[in-house]
């Protein structure tokens, strides 16, 4: 009675741990095998259609399609009901691929071979396969826990190039994220720099000013810094290049941002993508 006492403590303890925990949107692309470990929640706002993507058989995730699905919808029999996933927080086991094998990012899948998420629901311990889509990020349902990302994780994104004339080292964060942190080594001189990209959808040419807002209310303010403009894929692009001085690593390395600002256009940033960056910064500060 003792032991059945204290399992049901534990229980509600970890219950309450799961309630209390952060969930919001954050699809990793290619780099899902960082989902491992995680906890998903059903976005209630998401559009995706989850058609053919939830299964409680291995079998049943075989092909590129089958109608097998988990708690199918009354009107489109290989859709999921959503309202079977509401309210369920999930904990990634782990990856698979249709054999029942633990995904290898060395091997060459077919188009076929869909990573597998294994969920397993925290209060049920129902086991569900989930078909992911590493290429759209409109069909991810869930919301997650705060990701634990690894030094190797990082350090495998950051970009190291050396000029073959000069001698020159440039080493930078992923160039696909609107801020972009550069580390210029050259003739043993050091210089960093802040790339930020926002879009808009009318034309403003000689402009100044960039502010960064941190998540703890204090901002980083360039009222003087340059904007450039340009049109590009989603409007016009608005860019500014800033040099970095010690104390603005040390910052940046140290709070999280929440927003920032090209002229009038705002860019705003999640906690994961908050995180992310200031573990950016502080390992292209250790790059060599």
């Known amino acids: 009675m003792k032991k059945l006492l204290i399992f049901v ?34 976005n209630e706002n998401t559009s995706a259609s989850l058609s053919y993507c939830f299964y409680d058989k291995l079998e049943y995730c075989q092909s590129l399609y089958d109608d097998r699905v988990l708690y199918p919808s009354s009107k489109y029999k290989f859709n999921t009901e959503k309202d079977s996933l509401k309210n369920r927080i999930f904990i990634i086991e782990n990856i698979i691929n249709k054999n029942g094998m633990i995904w290898d990012n060395k091997i060459t899948y077919s188009y076929n071979d869909q990573p597998l998420l294994i969920l397993k629901d925290t209060l049920t311990k129902q086991i569900i396969y989930y078909k992911y889509d590493k290429q759209n990020e409109f069909d991810f349902p869930f919301n997650t826990s705060k990701i634990k990302y690894n030094k190797i994780y990082f350090c495998s994104k950051i970009n190291r190039q050396i000029d073959d004339f000069t001698g020159e080292i440039r080493i930078n964060s992923p160039v696909n994220s609107p801020i972009v942190i550069w580390k210029i080594i050259n003739n043993n001189k050091i210089c960093y720099y802040l790339d930020l990209t926002a879009y808009g959808n009318t034309a403003n040419v000689n402009k100044l000013g960039v502010i960064i807002l941190f998540t703890d209310g204090t901002k980083w303010i360039r009222s003087s ?35 920032f600002r090209l002229y009038i256009y705002d860019v705003e940033f999640s906690l994961t993508e908050a995180d ?7 390992y292209i500060k250790e790059s060599k």
């Open 225 to 259: 810094s340059k904007i450039d403009v340009k049109v590009g894929d989603y409007g016009f692009e608005y860019s500014s290049f800033i040099n970095l001085i010690p104390i603005d690593l040390i910052l940046f390395s140290s709070k999280k941002i929440k927003k």
């Open 276 to 282: 992310i960056f200031k573990s950016f910064v502080k």
């Open 9 to 42: 403590i534990y229980i509600l303890l970890f219950l309450i741990k799961l309630d209390g925990q952060i969930f919001e949107p954050t699809f990793l692309g290619e780099d899902f095998l960082q989902y491992k470990g995680v906890f998903f929640k059903l």
